[in-house]
């Protein structure tokens, strides 16, 4: 089944804790993205990588660090987590047909930062 | 930059009632327009999409057709049911944007029995 796969689902942490989120993919896109869903504010582009090791900015990177080293693996990572990045994150990835193409999320990842 | 309007929610309706969410969009280029619906607890699934001026998009008896002249892509349907009760987003991608996908706020239906 075609898919991708975030973890954790559900997460708290505090203030300055590092922590990792995983996105995984089955269907050998080129494309990978993470977004933040927040009230009133729809989802907001994190970071962006067109293929292996090429990523770039979104509109919110402040705070965030990405990796592409492998095509179907695109993790976030938090160095020092701060309470204004408690929100709901979603990976998702397209294959590279233009902009035509549908992407596909993952279920999502609510983390809290206390 | 590329930006996305819809219709501020949340919107409350009875079942087999008409549904209209407006979006209008700005782009450079030729952008394609999607809509993508995000059920309770769930990620954000494609509804439909239309890639090119008067092109209709349709699903699940929802339409919405790419208008270029209103730059618009509203989203309708005739006769709602409980479960469209979510959360809808219109987007658009362009090449000119590195294919970033822009989303509107989102707009919340709850259809009542």
């Known amino acids: 089944e075609a898919q991708v796969t975030q973890n954790p689902r559900y997460l708290i942490t505090v203030t300055g804790k590092k922590l990792t989120v995983t996105c995984s993919q089955n269907?050998?896109?080129?494309?990978m993205s993470w977004y933040r869903q927040d009230p009133g504010l729809g989802l907001r582009q994190i970071y962006y990588?067109?293929?292996?090791?090429?990523?770039d900015k979104g509109d919110v990177p402040e705070g965030y660090k990405v990796s592409r080293k492998e095509k179907r693996n695109f993790p976030l990572i938090l160095e020092s987590p701060s309470p204004n990045q408690t929100s709901l994150y979603f990976c998702?990835?397209?294959?590279?047909?233009?902009?035509?193409?549908?992407?596909?999320f993952g279920e999502g990842s609510r983390l809290t930062v206390l | 930059g590329n930006s996305v309007t819809q219709m501020e929610g949340p919107v409350t309706l009875s079942e087999e009632a008409f549904l209209t969410i407006n979006c209008t969009y700005t782009?450079?280029?030729?952008?394609?327009l999607f809509w993508y619906v995000q059920y309770p607890g769930e990620g954000l699934q494609l509804l439909l999409k239309?890639?090119?001026?008067?092109d209709k998009g349709s699903n699940k008896g929802f339409e919405a057709t790419y208008r270029k002249e209103t730059t618009s892509f509203h989203l309708e349907k005739g006769s709602v049911q409980v479960s469209d009760s979510a959360v809808y987003f219109c987007?658009?991608?362009?090449?000119?944007?590195?294919?970033?996908?822009?989303f509107g706020a989102g707009t919340t239906v709850t259809v009542r029995a």
């Open positions: 998702a990835s397209s294959s590279r047909q233009g902009p035509t193409g549908e992407l596909f």
């Open positions: 269907m050998n896109h080129e494309y």
């Open positions: 990588s067109m293929n292996v090791e090429v990523t």
């Open positions: 782009a450079t280029g030729y952008p394609s």
């Open positions: 239309a890639t090119k001026a008067d």
């Open positions: 987007a658009l991608r362009s090449r000119s944007n590195d294919y970033k996908l822009s």
